[in-house]
C-alpha cells in the first residue's frame, strides 16, 4: 500500500524511540544544564511495551513502512531490547531493522543477540576521537576507546555496513573533521557528517555554530578527493560521496543549508506512543490510548493514515522564516533523532 501525504511523500522508514533516558549529556542533545540530576524522565508504566511497539510497527508496515530505526534517548538503556527486535524482525513488509545508538553499551554478548534476533545495522555516534574533545561533548566522561570497541563489537557480530554520525558545532569539535575523515578511510565503516540541528530548544542552538556541509566537503576533498556518489535510494537522509582513490565513502546530512525535506518518508515514534511527522514537530498524535482503550487494528490504521494523509512538514525549508521562529520543538531525546 502507498499512504502519500499532502506534498505527494510516501510513508516508508519508521524511526522507533524506546527510551528518553541516555547515559551521555551530549551538549547539542541533552545538555546537563537542562539535564540534570532532578530531570523528571518518562516512568516506566507510561513507556510503550514491546508487545504495544510491535502492534503500531504492524498496521505502519500495512501503510508502507518498510524501514524500522530504533532510537532513543540511548536505547540500549532500555533492558532486552533485542526482544523487542525479535518481533518486529518477522513482521511482514519490514525489510530492514536498524539501531542508532551511542556505543557505550555495545558489548561483544550484545551486539551478537541483537544481531541474532534481527537487527540488520547499526549507526554509532562519534564526535571526536581525542578524550578530551569527546568528553567535553558527551558529558559523561565516557572514553573514545570504548566507542571504538563497540563498533568493532558490532561489525564482529555481522551488524554492517557500519555508520558513524558525527555531528559537527564549530567551536566545539570542528578541528576533528580531518582526523575522523583519516581513521575511518579504509576501513569500511561509513562516517557521516550532520551539520549541529535546531532540534527541540534545550540546546542552545545557533546559526554560527553550523559547519555547512560545503565547508567541510571541501576541507575532505583537500586532504582526499571525493567525488558524488548516486543515492542507494529514493529519499536517502546522506548525500554520498566516494574517495577517488578508492577508500570508501562518506556521507553529509545537510538540514540546515540542504534541506530534504521534499524526500522525506519518515514517521517518528514517541517511547510513551506519541506519533510524529517531523523531527521538529511541536507536538504529537497520542497513540497510546488508543491502544491501551482496546481500539481495534483497523481504527489505529486508520488514525494513521489519516495522519499522514494531512502531513504537510518542511520544516527545514521554512527554518528561516516567520513561521518557524520561536517555535517550540520537541527534544530530539524524546523523539529520536
Known amino acids: 500500500m502507498s499512504t502519500l501525504d499532502t506534498l505527494g511523500r510516501p510513508l516508508r522508514d519508521l524511526r522507533i524511540s524506546v527510551t528518553d533516558r541516555c547515559n551521555f549529556r551530549c ?6 544544564e537542562q539535564f540534570g540530576a532532578d530531570h523528571a524522565f518518562l516512568p516506566r508504566a507510561s513507556l510503550l511495551d514491546f508487545d504495544e511497539i510491535a502492534r503500531l510497527a504492524r498496521l505502519f508496515a500495512d501503510l508502507g513502512v518498510h524501514k524500522i530505526r530504533l532510537t532513543g534517548g540511548e536505547p540500549l538503556v532500555r533492558r532486552d531490547l533485542e526482544r523487542l527486535v525479535a518481533k518486529l524482525a518477522p513482521l511482514p513488509g519490514i525489510g530492514d531493522i536498524g539501531l542508532t545508538t551511542n556505543g557505550s553499551l555495545l558489548t561483544r554478548e550484545k551486539a551478537e543477540r541483537l544481531h541474532d534476533a534481527g537487527l540488520g545495522r547499526i549507526t554509532v555516534s562519534l564526535d571526536a576521537l581525542d578524550d578530551t574533545t569527546f568528553q567535553a561533548i558527551n558529558g559523561a566522561g565516557f572514553p573514545v576507546e570504548q566507542v571504538l570497541a563497540g563498533i568493532e563489537h558490532a561489525a564482529a557480530a555481522g551488524l ?35 551539520e549541529y540541528m535546531d532540534v527541540g530548544n534545550a540546546n542552545g542552538w545557533q546559526r554560527d555554530e553550523v559547519v555547512s556541509a560545503d565547508e567541510i566537503l571541501e576541507r575532505i576533498d583537500a586532504r582526499w578527493p571525493i567525488e558524488r556518489a548516486p543515492p542507494n535510494y ?12 578508492g577508500a570508501g565513502e562518506i556521507g553529509m546530512i545537510a538540514s540546515i543549508t540542504k534541506p530534504f525535506c521534499g524526500d522525506c518518508t519518515r514517521a517518528r ?9 517531523c523531527l521538529f514537530a511541536s507536538r504529537g498524535v497520542d497513540l497510546r490510548g488508543m491502544l491501551r482503550e482496546g481500539a481495534a487494528d483497523e481504527t489505529i490504521a486508520e488514525r494513521l493514515a489519516a495522519v499522514w494523509h494531512g502531513r504537510r512538514d518542511r520544516y527545514s525549508e521554512l527554518r528561516s522564516e516567520a513561521a518557524a521562529a520561536g517555535r517550540r520543538k520537541i527534544e530530539m531525546s524524546y523523539i529520536g533523532g
Open 27 to 32: 551538549s547539542y542533545c541533552m545538555p546537563r
Open 160 to 194: 554492517g555496513p557500519i555508520k558513524v554520525n558525527m555531528v559537527v558545532r564549530r567551536g566545539a569539535n570542528d578541528r576533528a573533521i580531518e582526523a575522523m575523515a583519516d581513521h575511518f578511510r579504509g576501513s569500511g565503516r561509513i562516517l557521516r557528517f550532520i
Open 234 to 245: 529514493p529519499g536517502e537522509v546522506a548525500r554520498r560521496w566516494r574517495y577517488r582513490d
Open 269 to 277: 515514534l514517541s517511547a510513551e506512543g506519541s506519533l510524529y511527522t
